[in-house]
């Protein structure tokens, strides 16, 4: 027998909310990682089986938490997010001409996905699992290309 999800949510939705913000220490983040919470319960409930429900979600809420707080510190592309949105946000005609020259001969030296990323990344907020589940590749796999986009942006901006 298949789990009841919406029952454990409105059950248990109070106790793994204080477990994530326990953890995390932001509201926001806390709430997000508790829907990812369900999320999961919702992804495997027919593998699932009905015994401690507490215990299964205090577990699931401790991996989704501890997975965004080790994301979150591995996430070297994060420190170049102020010079994308430098470039976005320049009201100065002649800087904004620059950044598109900038970002046309960068465009043109990756592939086109890797444009893509950049955009569902960085431009949309799209999260980096998101951006993978959409262009068919690994949460690793997207970072080493925004990592190269980095670089790239970086070594033209030297020369």
């Known amino acids: 027998m298949a789990i009841d999800v919406e029952a454990y949510y ?17 509201e926001e983040k806390a709430v997000d990682a508790m829907h990812d919470v369900f999320v999961q319960l919702l992804r495997y ?8 429900p507490s215990s299964l979600l205090h577990r699931i809420a401790t991996r989704v938490c501890l997975n965004r707080l080790r994301g979150a510190r591995r996430r070297p592309e ?11 946000s320049s009201e100065d005609t002649e800087a904004r001409t620059e950044a598109r020259g900038l970002l046309d001969r960068l465009f043109g030296r990756v592939p ?12 949309d907020g799209m999260t980096l699992e998101e951006t993978a589940r ?19 942006l970086q070594e033209m901006e030297a020369a």
Request: proline share 1%.
């Open 112 to 123: 086109a996905s890797s444009q893509d990323i950049a955009v569902m990344h960085l431009v």
């Open 134 to 152: 959409e262009v068919g590749l690994s949460v690793s796999g997207v970072r080493k290309r925004l990592r190269g986009l980095t670089s790239a």
């Open 78 to 88: 994060d420190r170049d997010d102020e010079l994308v949105l430098r470039i976005a």
């Open 45 to 52: 409930q027919g593998a699932l089986k009905d015994s401690a």
């Open 10 to 26: 409105r059950r248990y939705g109070p106790q793994v909310l204080r477990r994530c913000r326990f953890l995390l220490r932001d």
